[in-house]
C-alpha cells in the first residue's frame, strides 16, 4: 500500500518552462514532507522540505505547495534547466523518527 | 567531511544464497536507514539503527535484518534470497539526536544487488 502516490511517472519540460509534480498522502499524521533529487548513480539528495503549518515555501527556483485540507503537496521548478534532469521523489513522514515514506518518483526530462 | 559509503557497489547472487551490504555514516552521525529501491515501489524503508539499536523497523519478511556497530558503521543481510529481492539498496545517515525526521538524512550512492 503506497502511503505517498506520486504524480506524473514521467514529465518533459523545455528548458524555461515550469515543471510540476504532485504528490497526495492519506496519513494525517504526517507532519513532514521533504522532495528529493537524484540523478543517474547517486542517491537521493534533499532538496526541500515542508512542514504543514506553511502552505507554501520558495528556495531559489524551487517551491513546494502544500494544501494541508486536500493532503496534497506539489513542487514547483521555475525556469526548468537541462542540469534539473532527474528524478524526484516526494516523502512524507511524521516528527518523531526518521522513517519516511516515498512517492515512486518521476523522471523529469529537460529539453534545451 | 565524506559522505555516506557503500560497498560493494555492485553484486551478483544467486536465488537462496545470503548477502551481506556494508554502509558507513558520515562522520558523527550516529542514524543509519536502510531503504530498498525498485523502479515499481520506489523508495522503501527497511529499517532504522541509531546508538547500535534498532529504533524503527518497516513492513519487511525476517529475512532482512540489520545491526549497528559502536563506530555508528551499518550492515545489512538478506537470506534466502529470491528474484524479488533484486534491487538498490539504500543507506541514509543523519545526526539521529534529536530523533527527528527534520533532522536531514544524507543518502549514500547504493549498493546494486541482484539475484539470479
Known amino acids: 500500500q503506497q502511503q505517498v502516490k506520486q504524480s506524473p511517472q514521467s514529465l518533459i519540460v523545455q528548458k524555461g518552462g515550469i515543471s510540476i509534480i504532485n504528490c497526495a498522502y492519506e496519513n494525517t499524521a504526517f507532519d513532514y514532507f521533504p522532495w528529493y533529487q537524484q540523478f543517474p548513480g547517486k542517491g537521493p539528495a534533499l532538496l526541500i522540505a515542508?512542514?504543514?503549518?506553511?502552505s507554501e515555501k520558495k528556495e531559489g527556483r524551487f517551491t513546494i505547495s502544500f494544501n494541508k485540507s486536500a493532503k496534497q503537496f506539489s513542487l514547483h521548478i521555475m525556469d526548468s534547466q537541462p542540469g534539473d534532469s532527474a528524478t524526484y521523489f516526494c516523502a512524507a513522514s511524521v516528527n518523531t523518527g526518521n522513517q519516511f515514506y516515498f512517492g515512486t518518483g518521476t523522471s523529469l526530462t529537460v529539453i534545451p | 567531511k565524506a559522505g555516506v559509503t557503500q560497498t560493494p557497489r555492485y553484486l551478483i547472487k544467486t536465488r537462496g544464497q545470503q548477502v551481506t551490504l556494508s554502509c558507513s555514516p558520515i562522520?558523527?552521525?550516529?542514524?543509519v536507514s536502510w531503504y530498498q529501491q525498485t523502479p515499481g515501489q520506489g523508495l522503501q524503508f527497511l529499517f532504522e539503527y541509531f546508538s547500535e539499536t534498532q529504533r524503527n523497523k518497516g513492513n519487511f519478511p525476517g529475512r532482512f535484518s540489520g545491526r549497528q556497530f559502536s563506530n555508528s558503521r551499518s550492515e545489512m543481510n538478506v537470506s534466502t534470497l529470491e528474484l524479488g529481492d533484486s534491487a538498490l539498496y539504500l543507506c541514509?545517515?543523519?545526526?539521529?539526536?534529536?530523533?527527528?525526521?527534520?533532522?536531514?538524512?544524507?543518502f549514500g550512492p547504493g549498493t546494486r544487488l541482484t539475484v539470479l
Open positions: 515542508i512542514r504543514p503549518d506553511v
Open positions: 541514509a545517515s543523519s545526526p539521529g539526536v534529536a530523533y527527528s525526521s527534520t533532522d536531514t538524512q544524507y
Open positions: 562522520s558523527g552521525h550516529r542514524s
